[in-house]
């Protein structure tokens, strides 16, 4: 089992910058991927980012290439999303979840965490 803990939501205006991050407890050692989901109202989850735990690989949605940025530090077992020249459309609750090296599925999800961006 892996337990996921995000925070750093808040409300922010567009142009702004937030830094989310995600700090995983349990077997820590299981872990592969970590990624960032986000879901706002009336819509489906969409993907974020992920990075992988190993080789620190990054990938990202079209949508925050370029304003995003995940990283991690594994003695801390956390991951972060730092969130550059933010738009109304960023919207959501942002969620982190985790890969299993034994699975290819996000198999734990964190609570959430709003973020909230005035125009």
């Known amino acids: 089992q892996v337990q996921l803990v995000e925070s750093g939501g808040g409300l922010v205006r567009a142009g702004g910058s937030l830094r989310l991050s995600c700090a995983a407890s349990?077997?820590?050692?299981?872990?592969?991927?970590m990624g960032w989901f986000r879901q706002a109202p009336g819509k489906e989850r969409e993907f974020v980012a992920a990075?992988?735990?190993?080789?620190?690989?990054?990938s990202y949605a079209d949508s925050v290439k370029g304003r995003f940025t995940i990283s991690r530090d594994n003695a801390k077992n956390t991951v972060y999303l730092q969130m550059n020249s933010l738009k109304p459309e960023d919207t959501a609750v942002y969620y982190c979840?985790?890969?299993?090296?034994?699975?290819?599925?996000?198999?734990?999800w964190g609570q959430g965490t709003q973020v909230t961006v005035s125009s």
């Open positions: 979840a985790v890969v299993p090296r034994v699975s290819r599925t996000y198999d734990y």
């Open positions: 990075i992988t735990w190993s080789a620190g690989s990054t």
């Open positions: 349990g077997r820590t050692s299981s872990l592969n991927t």
